[in-house]
């Protein structure tokens, strides 16, 4: 599992202290003086003086006191961080309560560690009312897996005959080396990354690692467990957040009705608009052709011999090993060869897609492994072999509901091919409404949850994300951004790309090229140009690639090896260069600057329902009579369109250029709901005959 809690650890105090009366917080007191007009925030530090932010840090302020959630979009230029942090931290500091703060990416959780905090305690140190404040703690949570356990370390370098494959021998030996330095024991540090296979038997991730067997000056993940215990701000990623929340949460860290991860904790879900979907991927199943033989195979490996039964078990619970692993593949080809043989993903609507080849070996090993655990007294071995039981029979339990489609009224099963080759066989699973597992999950817990980002209105209307989020009556607010978008923003919509229908979709895209050809030598900075479909983007690229190597122009363009935050690093640098990307570039990508003074959006983001997710969805809303369009569609759109329009102004003296190339922007009725997500409101038509006469960027 993982998370930062050991079968007998607990982050809650002892049941039989009666918990003090809360000290009265000085949340919405220093609030007021941090971000007032002639406040701390612009006395003190010279920072401007924005009415929205205080608007924000007010009303964060009061739902960390109440322990009620909130909706708050604040956005670009709003200063939202500071505007939670602070008045976060301060009541965490007072109540002696955890502050989480979850955000979309490991990047973004390290912007906030290196970049906020320290502007944080910066802040509270520059005024004797708040300069206690700037001792608070705070630390950033992982997943057990990332962090190197020198106890197992240990353990894998004395019985690595027995353990590994002989070729194997150097790659432990390499990292027993990095564990002779490493500050933090974190597998991004080493480098090249660890194999897998020898990683899993030295990590964190397990039973053996624990308070019990490990010296806490020794063990880097022990000494991670002792910096989350007394932090009073705990940042954390979608991902893990969920990931901890489906294996327990708080609930498992010993309270049994207040707080999300930890007892009595706040949290600031930041990128809020992300969340519905991260959850969407958590609270479902996912179970894979390579993960369940890495499990058998971390039991014992036939090829190699090696393995823990090779260590502790004998030969016939070897053979259950090997008979398992027969039944996997057996089981996954079969799959593969129904299902996936000319699809990558494919929705199952019917019980029982393929034969249970895999349900009788998992069960006769499991009861093998049992046995042979209980013929060890208490100890490491004992429950490193009852942690394995656990993941059988988590593995076999997995298996039995997708075969059975277990609630199929509530959930949506699919099967795909994933990695590098498409060789893997994922089984998956996912609720086709997250409205009620967010509620439950976050809403219900009886403490203060935030949801911010600068997009979760439609029209500045946000009753679409509350009822994604399962709050319909949560309190909400909008504060736009301060930003003069007016004076810094031109918006040009072209009136004459064809339909992209299937008549005319050649000719589509060779306008698009031409325009994007035009536009791009009309600007003296970078640009980004977003599209929604990757067999779109390669064709176009093709079509455009030779202008730009003729002009010296940086060309970038996203695919196979190509790192989202590299190519990103590499317009910054740039300064005029030219960067194409599709879906996770509408979001999260922050050059501000000439180095992006144009964003080009191809074609309004339009989600085709062809995914299962999606069309269990759309099932589902014309079944009750409403309309998919309206309800999923359309707003799913308005937000990822808002997105892309806000890469390009990040600051008070950014200006650029938006240019739409989607003629439905003019043409269809939805049209004017995404004319009125643009901050700058004026806008310029053109087309080919005309454009040199319009288009006037900024020079």
Not at 129 to 139: D, G, H, L, R, V
Not at 438 to 458: E, G, I
Not at 597 to 617: D, G, K, N
């Amino acid at each position: 599992m993982i998370g930062l809690r050991d079968e007998n650890d607990s982050f809650s105090p002892d049941a039989d202290d009666a918990p003090p009366a809360p000290p009265p917080t000085r949340a919405p007191e220093l609030a007021a003086k941090l971000f007032g007009e002639g406040g701390i925030l612009h006395r003190a530090l010279g920072l401007e003086y924005r009415p929205q932010q205080a608007r924000m840090a007010s009303a964060v302020a009061d739902a960390v006191v109440h322990d009620t959630p909130l909706v708050f979009e604040a956005g670009t230029g709003v200063g939202k961080s500071l505007a939670y942090l602070l008045p976060g931290i301060i009541h965490a500091f007072d109540h002696k309560r955890q502050l989480i703060v979850s955000t979309h990416t490991i990047a973004l959780q390290e912007q906030l560690d290196q970049k906020d905090i320290p502007l944080c305690r910066r802040v509270f140190k520059a005024d004797p009312a708040t300069a206690p404040y700037a001792e608070f703690k705070s630390a950033v949570l992982v997943g057990k897996g990332n962090y190197l356990c020198t106890t197992r370390l240990a353990t894998a370098l004395r019985d690595k005959n027995e353990l590994f494959a002989t070729p194997e021998h150097a790659e432990l030996q390499r990292i027993a080396t990095w564990a002779e330095t490493t500050q933090t024991g974190l597998r991004h540090e080493l480098t090249p990354a660890p194999s897998p296979d020898v990683w899993e038997l030295v990590n964190a991730d397990s039973s053996a690692c624990g308070r019990k067997y490990c010296d806490a000056e020794r063990c880097h993940y022990q000494r991670a467990r002792t910096r989350i215990r007394s932090a009073h701000l705990i940042i954390v990623n979608h991902s893990l957040l969920f990931a901890l929340i489906a294996a327990g949460g708080a609930t498992s860290n010993g309270s049994a009705d207040k707080g999300v991860l930890f007892p009595d904790d706040l949290v600031v879900l930041d990128e809020a608009h992300t969340v519905p979907e991260v959850a969407t991927d958590y609270f479902g199943l996912r179970l894979s052709s390579y993960g369940i033989e890495r499990m058998l195979r971390h039991l014992y490996n036939p090829k190699t011999r090696r393995g823990l039964l090779q260590k502790l078990g004998d030969p016939v619970e070897r053979q259950l090993v090997s008979d398992a692993l027969e039944a996997s593949h057996q089981f996954f080809a079969a799959l593969q060869e129904t299902h996936l043989a000319q699809r990558s993903i494919v929705r199952i609507r019917e019980e029982n897609c393929a034969e249970s080849w895999l349900d009788g070996p998992l069960l006769a090993l499991q009861k093998a492994v049992r046995l042979r655990a209980d013929k060890f007294d208490e100890g490491r071995e004992r429950e490193e072999l009852l942690e394995q039981v656990q993941k059988l029979r988590s593995a076999q339990l997995g298996v039995q509901r997708f075969l059975a489609l277990e609630k199929p009224e509530d959930n949506v099963y699919w099967l795909e091919r994933t990695g590098r080759r498409q060789t893997v066989v994922a089984l998956r699973s996912a609720p086709i409404d997250i409205a009620p597992h967010l509620r439950q999950a976050l809403l219900d817990r009886q403490t203060s949850v935030v949801f911010t980002s600068a997009t979760l209105a439609v029209a500045d209307d946000l009753k679409p994300f509350l009822t994604r989020i399962g709050g319909p009556r949560v309190r909400a607010e909008v504060q736009h951004s301060p930003f003069d978008y007016a004076r810094n923003m031109r918006v040009f919509l072209a009136t004459d790309v064809p339909l992209p229908t299937r008549d005319e979709a050649r000719l589509a895209l060779d306008v698009l090229a031409d325009h994007i050809d035009f536009c791009t030598r009309r600007t003296t900075g970078g640009t980004l140009v977003l599209f929604t479909s990757y067999a779109d983007m390669q064709r176009v690229a093709e079509l455009v690639e030779p202008t730009y190597r003729g002009a010296h122009r940086p060309f970038f363009l996203q695919g196979p090896g190509a790192n989202r935050t590299e190519l990103a690093r590499q317009l910054r640098e740039a300064g005029n260069g030219v960067l194409f990307g599709t879906e996770s570039f509408w979001t999260g990508i922050d050059v501000p600057g000439d180095a992006l003074s144009q964003v080009i959006l191809t074609r309004l983001p339009f989600q085709v329902p062809t995914h299962p997710v999606l069309e269990a969805r759309t099932e589902h809303i014309e079944a009750r009579g409403g309309s998919p369009f309206n309800e999923l569609t359309l707003p799913e759109a308005l937000m990822t369109f808002r997105q892309g329009i806000g890469r390009l102004i990040r600051s008070q003296r950014d200006r650029g250029v938006i240019t739409i190339l989607d003629s439905r922007i003019v043409q269809k009725p939805y049209g004017r709901q995404f004319l009125a997500c643009l901050p700058q409101p004026r806008h310029v038509r053109f087309n080919r005959v005309n454009r040199a006469e319009v288009f006037q960027p900024f020079i």
